[in-house]
């Protein structure tokens, strides 16, 4: 028996099922896979068989079944950010 998953839609926020930081965007959505738009690393094409939850507008994918390439392209999502910010200490950079 399949799991039914509810409607994605484009502008979900896109999560790996370890962690609880944003790793990109859904741009489109059609029965058998979604267009993922990952910061610094431009679309990539998810099987839906990959998407473990949908809540909220919130898209959780299953690591383990997206490919290789998808994978690094989300260890690196946030590599233009400050590590400062991404951790919330405070910047090293003094304010105006």
Do not use: Q, W
């Not at 790793?23 to 990959?50: C, I, K, Q, W």
């Amino acid at each position: 028996m399949k799991n039914y998953l509810p409607p994605i839609k484009e502008g979900y926020d896109v999560f790996v099922h370890d962690g609880d930081v944003k790793v990109g965007a859904v741009r489109a959505a059609s029965a058998h896979d979604l267009t993922v738009y990952v910061e610094n690393a431009g679309d990539f094409t998810v099987p839906r068989l990959a998407v473990m939850e949908v809540t909220e507008g919130k898209v959780v994918l299953v690591c383990d079944k997206l490919d290789l390439k998808l994978r690094r392209a989300i260890g690196h999502a946030h590599d233009s950010e400050d590590p400062a910010a991404r951790s919330g200490a405070p910047s090293a950079e003094p304010a105006n």
